[in-house]
């Protein structure tokens, strides 16, 4: 029989009740329209007719409680399931605190979300008839309690995926989980500064999925609208609800004997009451932020230009992760020296023979 089911993705809203909501001036995200953003979409796709909506992590702003209960309680009201992870910014020590959740509280709170009966960060759901999701923890903490910089997979989470996968044999897996697997940006596994949305032992995960077929992986982190590609696997990472261009994925997935692919389209909140004009308000927020961050991606390597040579080209670049995070980038700026230019091409949406590749937005990935 034909499969077909769609869904959809809401990655990283960073949900903040207006009380929470606590200010820095070099903040990117734009927590402000985190809960009016999301009942827009939800508005949206309300006419879809979706079998369910998955949530790669950063539910909340930093954890808090009220955020969490907020969200759990707006999930619950669906006329579909709906299925998390979670991601940095919901777990922030292993102790928590008295405003903060532990592993143990986000479990117990998500229960109708994913994790059922499991006592672990981690679960295994059938989503539609005979086809199955994998929801991975990649949060972990060291002896103190504090928060890994990059995400990390323990012994024990690998273990069980590898059993689950054999017991779940061959039928349809997908998999989400919230640091990125696969790389979204050149050199990112290398790079300080994108080593930190990466899962640190991405390669242990890769050797135990490649017996099975998990052709499809979701994550979230990094903020930016992005499909990266293996053999037989395509990584699906979905911009940040409070962040440029406030995006959100409906996928449509279809196998049968001949073929077997995923169409996706993207859309974006584009319109907020005190946000008219949400994309140019929010592209400019982070336009006014990026002086800091594209500072430090100037002057560590490859690049390595002095403080005083990223102080003169730091301006060209104030919409660049702008143009990133909306996905499909196309550079150029051919008016800045060509060692600069020459990498700031590889951040273009191209194959690896560079060729133009826009798939990031809208594709139909077939495998």
């Not at 077909?4 to 929470?20: C, G, K, V, Y």
């Not at 982190?221 to 940040?240: C, F, K, N, R, W």
């Not at 060209?316 to 996905?327: H, P, V």
Request: aromatic share 10%; proline share 6%; with cysteine.
């Amino acid at each position: 029989m034909p499969l077909n089911f769609r869904f959809a993705i809401i990655s990283d809203p960073h949900i903040a009740l207006p009380e929470t909501i606590w200010n820095n001036a070099h903040r990117f995200h734009l927590v402000e329209v985190s809960i009016p953003a999301f009942e827009s979409i939800l508005e949206e796709l309300a006419s879809l007719e979706l079998d369910f909506l998955l949530l790669p992590g950063d539910l909340t702003q930093h954890g808090e409680f009220q955020n969490h209960r907020w969200l759990v309680e707006r999930l619950s009201q669906l006329p579909y399931p709906a299925y998390v992870v979670p991601g940095n910014h919901d777990v922030i020590t292993a102790q928590g605190s008295d405003r903060q959740v532990t592993m143990a509280q986000f479990i117990e709170l998500y229960r109708k979300f994913g994790y059922g009966d499991s006592e672990h960060p981690y679960y295994c759901q059938e989503i539609v008839p005979g086809v199955w999701l994998i929801g991975l923890n990649s949060i972990a903490f060291d002896d103190e309690g504090n928060q890994l910089h990059s995400g990390f997979l323990d012994t024990e989470q690998l273990d069980w995926l590898s059993e689950t996968l054999t017991q779940l044999g061959d039928v349809p897996i997908l998999l989400m989980l919230h640091h990125n697997v696969l790389e979204h940006l050149p050199g990112q596994s290398r790079h300080g500064m994108g080593q930190r949305y990466m899962l640190s032992n991405a390669k242990e995960l890769l050797n135990r999925l490649h017996p099975a077929d998990v052709p499809l992986i979701f994550t979230g982190h990094l903020h930016v609208q992005d499909i990266a590609q293996a053999p037989g696997m395509y990584e699906i990472t979905t911009g940040s609800l409070v962040s440029y261009p406030h995006p959100y994925r409906v996928l449509q997935f279809h196998q049968d004997k001949q073929e077997r692919y995923v169409q996706v389209e993207s859309g974006r909140v584009r319109s907020l009451p005190g946000w008219e004009n949400l994309p140019h308000q929010s592209r400019e927020w982070m336009g006014d932020r990026s002086h800091h961050f594209m500072t430090r991606f100037l002057t560590e390597p490859p690049l390595s230009l002095s403080p005083a040579e990223a102080e003169e080209w730091v301006g060209e670049l104030r919409y660049f992760w702008a143009d990133i995070s909306e996905g499909d980038a196309q550079f150029d700026f051919d008016h800045l020296p060509e060692t600069i230019r020459k990498h700031l091409r590889r951040f273009s949406a191209v194959d690896a023979e560079g060729n133009t590749l826009l798939i990031d937005n809208h594709a139909r990935l077939e495998w």
